[in-house]
């Protein structure tokens, strides 16, 4: 069982930054894909970013605004999220599964809590 817990969310205004943490429990952490998704209200979840062993991967609308990191020494992963745009407000959670980065929600076996990122125009 892997335990996942995100820090970091907050208010900021357009154009600023924030930084979001995930301690996940384990072992094999540095053998998990992890990635961080967003839900914001009315609307599905969706994928944020992810890093695996080798490589990162970041949906269209984040590229260059955000950057995804990991701390295998802490068990951690890092969303650095820049330039932050109104429409970035959602509940972002972190995820982990072992095995390969899928972009699909549902291949993710653990989850955190989520933290709420509210981005004031």
């Known amino acids: 069982q892997v335990q996942v817990v995100e820090s970091g969310g907050g208010l900021v205004q357009a154009g600023g930054s924030l930084r979001l943490s995930c301690a996940a429990s384990g072992r094999t952490f540095s053998s998990y894909a992890m990635a961080w998704f967003r839900q914001a209200p009315g609307k599905e979840r969706e994928f944020v970013a992810g890093?695996?062993?080798?490589?990162?991967y970041y949906t269209d609308s984040v590229k260059g605004r955000f950057a995804i990191s990991r701390d295998n020494a802490k068990n951690t992963v890092y969303l650095q999220m820049n330039s932050l745009k109104p429409e970035d407000t959602a509940v972002y959670s972190c995820?982990?599964?072992?095995?390969?980065?899928?972009?699909?929600?549902?291949?993710?076996?653990?989850w955190g809590q989520g933290t709420q990122v509210t981005v004031s125009s």
């Open positions: 995820a982990a599964r072992g095995g390969i980065l899928i972009t699909s929600p549902s291949a993710y076996n653990y």
């Open positions: 890093i695996s062993a080798g490589s990162t």
